[in-house]
């Protein structure tokens, strides 16, 4: 249920609710009060039944499963807290302290700023406001929407006259997609089939450059999106000068020479070549959007290798750049595997939707357990509580927000501060779509191509929601309650209008061994970890299906030996306390440094082979703010010892020490909490040499 405003009537309750002691005094009361919230109507809920999935139409390749229309996927729970929490922050107010999206936007006409920002806000925003169906964010989204689709050129261009880059027209098709699905509004396909004509005339003598030669594979989405709607041969033939024009990532990813740090001389950024090739192909934001380039160009070619080269890119970049958060370091740039490295906020929101867009085509569960480990740490990770500030780039080990050049390759002092544009603003325009496009993703449509029969639905990703939906044009109503990832209970009640025969296939993660699977009552076989579990059978209304995934804590291994201790998709963290200091006030935010207030150098006495020994774990039910350390609902309580010369060296923890370490320091029992609740967190530690049973 949405909050109401009258339990939110002073900024102080609202922060204490959080645990925002330190932002208690600083902002207005107007910037943490949720707009007026509408519930799920039921018009909404029929439109979502009655709108089809899409399939791709030949000669594009099928794939393993399909999107559902936007809209037929509500948030429930803690998720729905979630995007409640950034709708009344700085997502659903950034155009009244943001000159960059603000009234004068070159995508409202105005003569401000006409590059990306307008589409990448309208990218998140969008999805953000039909899920919790407010409608002053709707109101919002809606003057971007109505001034590009009625101010296209006699030509065809879309968007402000100021410039003619097609990187910003890539976000903003990205946008209207997204709005034809929720309103079916019959104006976004003319516009789309006008533009992608002049384009295709234009490109052989005005070709993609920098951002849109690396990023063509965002477009090709959008291509694909349309040419399964309406057939015309010659996007057919756009796609082909797409990739003919693009940067070729599969290359790079089959002989990947970036294995180290990339530092500002080696890209050359003091003489100016900040845009080119080699600068572009390993920026951290770049490769997070490459991911999906070799399974969406598969739907155009055919070929399994190109399919399967999303794998090949991931266990590259994980291998020479993956941190304990799921995500790879850049910070602008790849900066290899030392946990103080960082990752930018746009490279997570990026490398998730390429995620959901690979899993779809794919249909591997292993790009499920990628995609929830983003979701569940690094993307609440880098977020205040309240979402009225964020960084540009998080770290793992993060022992201080605060104005300092290490350890970024070519990033600024400012890029780990929390605030409203810290180091650049594509983040603060850009973060948006994280949450809404996960929700959206957690429930596709499976099935042949050519065999409706077969259709059935997949549980890709789990948090609390709610479905409506049809298969062979039957309604199907799904609730999902849960407080995964804090606990390991999900249960599924399904709804058909009358008995139906189809199949439910449930992502089970690779960390699950020992899942078990009741339908009504009635145990299934044992699934394997790393799986889909198939159920087929005749459902009927209020069917139960019940999961446990039986989550025990892990230890895995990272830089220098380090260990990191996961339970489920949750990474846990210890939770360095917390000196929030306003650096600036930022219009209706700030702009925050956070300093340490107690030691963090400790190595941990846990088994690795046996980590359930001595590890002990306390859960309890998600609140409205799972990712807070006040009401974290999952803690884990370990053994440890401090590291005494294991410091920091200008607000930077240095590198962690290789394990197994020695220790003379007394043996103390220090609490872990989930990565996203700690601002402040040891998140790879050096494991003790002189491990303790006691």
Not at 32 to 43: D, E, G, I, K, N
Not at 287 to 311: C, E, F, I, M, Y
Not at 351 to 367: K, N, Q, T, V
Not at 487 to 501: D, F, G, K, M
Request: net charge neutral; proline share 7%.
């Amino acid at each position: 249920m949405p909050f109401s405003s009258h339990l939110l009537s002073t900024r102080r309750r609202f922060l204490n609710r959080l645990g925002l002691f330190g932002f208690a005094s600083s902002l207005p009361v107007s910037r943490l009060l949720f707009s007026p919230a509408v519930s799920v109507s039921a018009a909404a809920q029929a439109s979502s039944t009655g709108t089809a999935v899409v399939r791709n139409r030949a000669p594009l390749s099928p794939s393993a499963f399909y999107f559902l229309p936007l809209g037929s996927i509500r948030p429930r729970g803690w998720l729905l807290d979630q995007l409640q929490i950034q709708a009344s922050g700085l997502s659903g107010h950034l155009d009244e302290t943001w000159a960059d999206v603000g009234p004068n936007s070159g995508w409202l006409g105005g003569a401000g700023e006409s590059w990306e920002r307008g589409p990448y806000f309208l990218d998140g925003l969008l999805p953000l406001a039909y899920l919790v169906e407010d409608l002053r964010l709707k109101s919002k989204a809606q003057k971007y929407i109505d001034w590009v689709l009625d101010n296209q050129a006699a030509n065809g261009m879309i968007g402000p006259r100021s410039n003619d880059d097609w990187w910003p027209r890539i976000v903003m098709l990205k946008a209207l997609t997204q709005y034809q699905e929720l309103t079916s509004d019959p104006r976004v396909i003319p516009v789309m089939e006008k533009y992608f004509r002049y384009q295709l005339s234009q490109l052989p003598t005005h070709p993609l450059r920098d951002w849109a030669k690396f990023r063509w594979q965002d477009e090709l989405l959008s291509v694909i999106w349309l040419y399964n709607r309406t057939g015309s041969g010659y996007l057919l033939d756009l796609a082909q000068l797409l990739r003919k024009q693009g940067y070729d990532w599969q290359a790079e990813f089959l002989d990947f020479k970036y294995t180290q740090r990339v530092t500002a001389e080696y890209i050359k950024l003091e003489r100016g070549e900040g845009l080119k090739d080699l600068a572009l192909a390993t920026h951290g934001v770049n490769n997070g959007q490459a991911v999906k380039t070799g399974p969406v160009w598969s739907l155009v070619s055919g070929s399994d290798a190109d399919r399967s080269a999303v794998l090949k890119m991931i266990l590259e970049l994980n291998k020479y750049h993956g941190l304990p958060n799921g995500m790879f370091s850049c910070d602008e740039h790849l900066a290899g595997l030392d946990p103080s490295q960082g990752s930018e906020l746009c490279t997570v929101v990026e490398y998730m939707f390429s995620l959901e867009h690979s899993l779809a085509i794919l249909g591997d569960p292993s790009l499920g357990d990628r995609l929830e480990l983003l979701a569940f740490n690094a993307l609440p990770g880098t977020l205040t509580d309240d979402m009225w500030a964020h960084q540009y780039n998080q770290q793992p080990n993060q022992v201080e927000c605060s104005l300092h050049h290490k350890p970024w390759t070519t990033d600024g002092p400012e890029s780990n501060l929390y605030g409203l544009e810290p180091n650049f603003g594509c983040c603060t325009a850009n973060y948006h779509q994280g949450w809404p496009k996960f929700a959206s993703s957690l429930f596709m449509l499976s099935g042949a191509q050519a065999n409706p029969d077969k259709d059935g639905l997949v549980a890709t990703a789990y948090a609390p929601c709610e479905v409506h939906t049809k298969i062979r044009g039957t309604p199907i109503h799904v609730i999902e309650q849960t407080s995964y990832p804090f606990q390991s209970a999900v249960r599924l009640i399904v709804n058909p209008a009358v008995p139906l025969s189809f199949p439910l296939q449930l992502r089970i993660p690779a960390w699950a061994a020992g899942t078990t699977i009741l339908v009504n009552g009635h145990a299934e076989q044992t699934p394997e970890p790393g799986s889909f579990a198939r159920i087929e059978r005749i459902w009927k209304s209020a069917d139960r299906v019940e999961i446990d995934f039986h989550m025990q804590p892990r230890v895995s291994r990272g830089f220098n030996n380090s260990i990191s201790v996961e339970r489920g998709p949750l990474v846990f963290s210890y939770g360095i306390g917390e000196s929030w200091v306003k650096l600036r006030d930022r219009g209706m935010t700030a702009d925050w440094q956070v300093f340490p207030t107690n030691p963090w150098n400790y190595a941990l006495n846990v088994d690795a082979d046996s980590p359930s020994e001595s590890i002990e774990v306390t859960a309890g039910e998600a609140g409205r703010f799972p990712f807070t350390a006040r009401h974290a609902p999952v803690t884990l309580k370990v053994k440890a010892r401090k590291l005494t010369d294991w410091r920091a060296e200008d607000g930077v923890a240095n590198t962690v020490p290789p394990s197994p370490a020695s220790s003379d320091q007394p043996e103390e029992t220090i609490t872990l909490i989930p990565y996203a609740a700690a601002k402040l967190r040891i998140t790879a530690f050096p494991q003790c040499k002189n491990l303790s049973r006691n």
